[in-house]
């Protein structure tokens, strides 16, 4: 079993439609959750850590379930300049390795 | 401020070569990181640096992988008598010890012919 799974897509949307993303981990421990963004041929961005309270930033929400070691990320009213590859991430220890899932290719549609 | 910067941006190669890849870090920032992307891969760790020790170097996939940093910036990564496998995007990360955060740098697109 992969330590990160996401769903790879390709995720097709209408401009101004909501859109959601889960992830899963494996490890129990870990500590740190984080969704980053990766535009094509581009290195990875943080788009935003996930907390156990939940948390959102601007039309971007991001949830984190303990107990089902699920991660979820919402965003509503999609932009074209949305349209990227959402990458789930997992850190055991904080300031050690990043466990990446595969990504979610995201292509929003005019 | 000035980001993570890697060198070079694209390297090719024949296949029993060897190469260098260079990372330079933000300033200040204690940690550094070696992931590679290969094509319709996830990214994989390769291999961390706490100032100049690599506590965690479990993901280097064979003794041909070697990395090293010195007076606690800019670090290398060197890849001996590289092989086709070995064709991918080297990225490379840092992060200060008070922000949870890695940021990181361009790559380097490696192509083994």
């Known amino acids: 079993r992969k330590e990160v799974e996401q769903d790879p897509g390709p995720f097709n949307v209408p401009e101004g439609a909501t859109v959601a993303f889960n992830c899963t981990y494996s490890n129990s421990a870990s500590q740190s959750f984080f969704w980053y963004r990766q535009d094509c041929r581009k290195e990875p961005k943080l788009l935003m850590s996930v907390y156990s309270s939940g948390n959102e930033d601007g039309r971007f929400t991001a949830q984190l379930n303990r107990a089902s070691q699920y991660i979820s990320l919402l965003i509503r009213d999609s932009k074209l300049s949305d349209s990227a590859t959402y990458l789930c991430v997992v850190n055991i220890e904080r300031n050690e390795k990043l466990t990446f899932g595969t990504g979610t290719r995201l292509t929003i549609i005019p | 401020g000035a980001g993570v910067s890697q060198s070079p941006s694209n390297k090719v190669t024949e296949k029993g070569k060897d190469v260098e890849l260079r990372c330079d870090p933000i300033?200040?920032?204690?940690?550094l990181y070696w992931y590679r992307q290969s094509l319709g891969q996830g990214l994989e760790f390769l291999i961390y640096?706490?100032?100049?020790?690599?506590?965690?170097k479990s993901g280097l996939p064979s003794d041909r992988f070697s990395a090293e940093r010195t007076g606690g910036s800019v670090s290398t990564l060197t890849i001996q008598r590289t092989q086709q496998e070995d064709s991918a995007v080297y990225l490379c990360?840092?992060?200060?010890?008070?922000?949870?955060?890695?940021?990181f740098g361009p790559g380097t697109r490696l192509t083994v012919l």
């Open positions: 300033s200040g920032h204690t940690a």
């Open positions: 640096f706490q100032g100049n020790s690599a506590p965690d």
């Open positions: 990360a840092s992060s200060s010890p008070r922000v949870n955060e890695q940021f």
